[in-house]
Structures are given as C-alpha cells and as structure tokens.
C-alpha cells in the first residue's frame, strides 16, 4: 500500500490550496483517513480527520478554515484549506488505516506535501 500525497505549494496569506492523497495497492477498505502537519522544530500534529462514513474532526484552531472530504470509490481524502496564515507552513502528511484484501488493518502515511504561505 502506497500513499501519493499532492497539491502543497507557495501561496500568500488569505489564499487557498487543496491537497489530495490517493492510496493504491491491495485495498479492500480503507477506514479512517486523516491529515497531518509538521512545522520545523514542532511535533506532527493533528489537521483533520475522516472515518469511512464521512464523519470529519479536527481541532478547534483549524476548524472553519479547513475541511477534510473523501472519495471512497477513489481511495482519496482531500484537504481543502482556506483563510491561510504563515502559521499554517508545514509538510503535510497524509495518513490512512488500511484493510488489505489479505491481513490485518495496517496505518500508512504519505510521503508529505510542502505548504508554505508568505506573509
């Protein structure tokens, strides 16, 4: 199973991006699927989440502003940010919980998508 996560870039503050992440490989499902970001010199942190039925979270800070959607039929979760500030630069990582058609859940992440937004 492989994570292709796309569509960081440079923007100015006040702009908009949307990232996308596909999964491939032997998928039988894929339950919850989720966003990630890490700036330089903090933890990973928590973006936003999305469980298989379509029920989304994400902290408080970021609720609002960005919003999380899948396509199932397309193994894809999107991330559609709006109303950025330089505070939101960090790689953003995808991550999903994967059922193989054979095997247990297994927890992949993407490869990370730089966003960076100028002040």
């Known amino acids: 199973v492989q994570l292709q996560a796309s569509g960081g870039g440079l923007v100015q503050a006040g702009g908009s991006l949307r990232l996308s992440c596909t999964a491939s490989?032997?998928?039988?499902?894929?339950?919850?699927m989720g966003w990630y970001r890490q700036a330089p010199g903090k933890q990973r942190e928590l973006v936003a989440r999305i469980t298989y039925g379509g029920s989304a979270n994400s902290p408080g800070s970021m609720k609002g502003r960005f919003t999380i959607s899948r396509d199932n039929a397309k193994n894809t979760v999107y991330l559609q940010m709006n109303s950025l500030e330089p505070e939101d630069t960090a790689v953003y990582y995808c991550?999903?919980?994967?059922?193989?058609?054979?095997?247990?859940?297994?927890?992949?992440w993407g490869q990370g998508t730089q966003v960076t937004v100028s002040s």
């Open positions: 490989g032997s998928i039988a499902r894929i339950n919850d």
């Open positions: 991550n999903a919980a994967v059922v193989p058609v054979i095997g247990a859940v297994g927890y992949y």
